[in-house]
């Protein structure tokens, strides 16, 4: 089981960027894989999450109305649209399951077994 993060990079305040997962070593249609970030002297706090099958997404609020999480199983791939980013957004954003079968969201912290590698995302002029 593999989840690879890629996508971040340096953007400007209110810019967009969209960060991907993508997975391999099982069945994505079956899983809700959760988006997660750690800011510099921060504890790591969940983003967003989608379930396995699209029925449910949730957002913490400090990003609702800007991120949008999506999936595309057919290519065993899940994205997180960030626009209207902000300082506060910066953080090394991880994403990663439970690997609990057709479960909804949210993904708490304390059931996640795979994490995927980061992506550094820094949102500075």
């Known amino acids: 089981v593999q989840l690879q993060a890629s996508g971040g990079g340096l953007v400007q305040p209110g810019g967009s960027l969209r960060v991907s997962c993508t997975t391999s070593?099982?069945?994505?249609?079956?899983?809700?894989i959760g988006w997660f970030r750690q800011a510099p002297g921060k504890e790591r706090e969940g983003v967003s999450c989608?379930?396995?099958?699209?029925?449910?997404?949730s957002y913490v609020d400090s990003v609702k109305g800007r991120f949008t999480i999506s999936r595309d199983n057919a290519k065993n791939m899940v994205h997180l649209q960030m626009n209207s980013l902000k300082p506060e957004d910066t953080a090394v954003y991880y994403c990663a399951t439970d690997l609990r079968p057709f479960r909804y969201c949210p993904m708490g912290q304390d059931g996640i077994q795979y994490w995927g590698n980061g992506t550094l995302v820094t949102v500075s002029s």
């Open positions: 989608i379930s396995y099958n699209d029925e449910t997404t």
């Open positions: 070593g099982f069945t994505l249609d079956y899983y809700t």
